[in-house]
């Protein structure tokens, strides 16, 4: 059980592209640095930024319902908040999302590539230190849970389905390798150490539809959570972890199980 971090990710947006990182320096039981603190809800969702409570993924944009989001390079500048996307048939657009103008500008975006109804016409939402995170609905410790992928997994995964399955699906903050795949489905309750920090795992990972989507081609071309459950008889790819202690972790940090 000692594996090495391959690739660390922020989710600025929810739903959005991810944002790599070469080091992350995490907080006792807070989430990854800049993850999911942004979205952009629907109209209808009920998410009140005065008083912000965890909701279904589908009250947001996300590619659970809308796989098109997988076709946009986006990018968001947490401290400027300006907002870039760019598409294979698009030039680059630039939204100043701390203006009225900007924010409405990349609503109506939004509105018309999803070709959404009025009803479900997005709006920016943020509500700090409240992330938009999937898990988050279940508890506040969830919210600011710390996804893991096992790639050794996905590579398993792989070789039961005979098809390529790309980890980007998966949406994960670490990627790690070096563990014997879905080994760490097992460790709910246990510790596991990366880098400087400790973690506490919390939950399994259970995968809906958005993981059919191709990260390249934004179609949706492999039945994951389907294959899953007839290969392995459950929906699970991947862990939640709790942040225990203040510390840097960083890609090539080993990954290691505690009291084995």
Not at 88 to 114: V, W
Not at 249 to 257: D, K, N
Request: net charge negative; hydrophobic share 40%.
């Amino acid at each position: 059980m000692n594996g090495k971090v391959l690739s660390l990710s922020s989710y600025p947006i929810k739903g959005l592209s991810p944002q790599p990182h070469e080091q992350a320096s995490l907080t006792t039981g807070d989430g990854f640095p800049g993850d999911r603190l942004f979205g952009f809800a629907k109209k209808n969702s009920g998410f009140d930024p005065a008083s912000p409570k965890p909701l279904q993924k589908s009250r947001f944009i996300v590619l659970l319902q809308h796989a098109k989001l997988a076709g946009l390079n986006t990018d968001f500048d947490a401290r400027t908040r300006i907002l870039t996307i760019s598409t294979t048939s698009e030039p680059k657009l630039e939204f100043d999302m701390n203006t009225e103008k900007g924010a409405g500008e990349a609503s109506r975006f939004l509105t018309e590539l999803l070709d959404l109804k009025d009803e479900e016409a997005p709006f920016f939402a943020s509500a700090f230190p409240h992330r938009f995170t999937d898990a988050s609905v279940v508890s506040t410790t969830l919210m600011n849970a710390i996804s893991f992928i096992n790639l050794d997994s996905v590579r398993a995964f792989e070789e039961e389905i005979s098809q390529e399955v790309d980890v980007r699906r998966f949406r994960g903050n670490i990627v790690f390798e070096g563990w014997p795949a879905f080994s760490e489905l097992e460790l709910v309750g246990r510790r596991i150490q990366v880098g400087e920090v400790t973690f506490n795992v919390l939950h399994r990972t259970q995968r809906c539809l958005a993981t059919e989507v191709n990260p390249d081609t934004a179609e949706r071309d492999i039945m994951v959570p389907r294959l899953l459950k007839k290969a392995y008889g459950h929906f699970d790819m991947g862990i939640y972890a709790e942040v225990l202690n203040d510390g840097v972790i960083e890609v090539g940090s080993p990954v290691r199980l505690l009291d084995a």
